[in-house]
């Protein structure tokens, strides 16, 4: 006798191995090839992949499930995910600089994912916010092509600073595995 459950049930998309999220061949990822020659370039494709995946597990789903709360007690949402992202994002800009700090995106009680709630506008503007804040990222970082140098009050490595932002989206994305398995069952890489 099979129970009857409110939790969803297990699936993938991908038919090659079942524990992936996309078939290798519709998997947008590392679809260039070769791996990047040097230190910089391969940072930064690491990064890229890490911000990939995280649209790739939040892509499909409404303003409600991207706002649930898959995990109580855990305020964390895929939202949340994508609003907290942006304000780190800002944040490292101001690791860079040597100027008043630029000021918070969201309410600082945020940084729990309160205020992430089911509402599209809310919705769009994260996506809005998270795209605006990666790109002003990477331009400022683009003026600093040496890993070596150290910039900002904290006299932090330009090196570090890149491989703190790969493991912050990888942490988050690991999340966002369980998050979305939550809201539709939804399995993968």
């Known amino acids: 006798m099979q129970r009857m459950s409110d939790q969803p049930a297990r699936w993938t ?26 230190e910089l370039a391969t940072l930064q494709d690491f990064l890229t992949g890490y911000r990939m995946t ?47 700090p630029l000021p918070k995106l969201y309410d600082r009680r945020d940084a729990d994912f309160e205020e992430a709630v089911a509402d599209q506008a809310m919705v769009d503007a994260a996506y809005s916010d998270l795209e605006r804040e990666q790109a002003a990222t990477d331009a400022a970082l683009a003026e600093h092509p040496d890993l070596g140098e150290r910039v900002g009050k ?27 398995e939550c809201v539709d069952g939804r399995v993968g890489q």
């Open 54 to 100: 995280l649209r790739m597990k939040c892509e499909g789903l409404d303003a409600e499930q991207l706002a649930r709360r898959s995990v109580p007690p855990s305020t964390m949402s895929l939202l949340g995910l994508v609003r907290h992202l942006a304000e780190v994002e800002r944040d490292w800009r101001n690791w860079i600089s040597d100027g008043d």
């Open 154 to 180: 904290d006299n932090t490595s330009i090196r570090e600073l890149m491989v703190h932002r790969i493991e912050e989206y990888a942490r988050h994305c690991g999340h966002a595995d369980l998050l979305r």
């Open 13 to 38: 998309q991908a038919t090659v191995y079942p524990d992936m999220w996309a078939d290798p061949d519709d998997d947008p990822r590392g679809k260039d090839g070769a791996s990047p020659d040097g």
